[in-house]
């Protein structure tokens, strides 16, 4: 059983920026995709960014690109998100997930099995 943790979210100001961490352990951490997710209230769940090593694949959410940077450190099973250049519209919480999609499924919410519980990121008052 794959278990991912967040943590790293806060409240800060517009233009301010936020590193977002999420802890994977219970599986190989190679074997999967790992994503970040975001959810504002009264809104769905999005697709903010995610990667694949073995499949060589990275994505980003057009909204995030070129603000938000995903990358891991293996020997400690981490994942990271980068944000930089933080807008209101960044408020959500964010979420860490592991599956196997495809390349074209990669910001499939529906091909994530595993789900983190959620960190709070609110930007501005």
């Known amino acids: 059983q794959v278990q991912l943790v967040e943590s790293g979210g806060g409240l800060v100001q517009p233009g301010d920026s936020l590193r977002l961490s999420c802890v994977v352990s219970g599986g190989t951490f190679n074997n999967y995709a790992i994503a970040w997710f975001r959810q504002a209230p009264g809104k769905e769940r999005e697709f903010v960014s995610g990667f694949r090593k073995t499949a060589g694949w990275t994505f980003y959410a057009d909204s995030v690109k070129g603000r938000f940077t995903i990358s891991r450190d293996n020997a400690k099973n981490m994942v990271y998100l980068q944000m930089d250049s933080l807008k209101p519209e960044d408020t959500a919480i964010y979420f860490c997930?592991?599956?196997?999609?495809?390349?074209?499924?990669?910001?499939?919410?529906?091909?994530?099995?595993?789900w983190g519980q959620g960190t709070q990121v609110t930007v501005g008052q």
């Open positions: 997930a592991a599956g196997r999609p495809a390349q074209s499924a990669a910001r499939n919410q529906n091909m994530y099995y595993y």
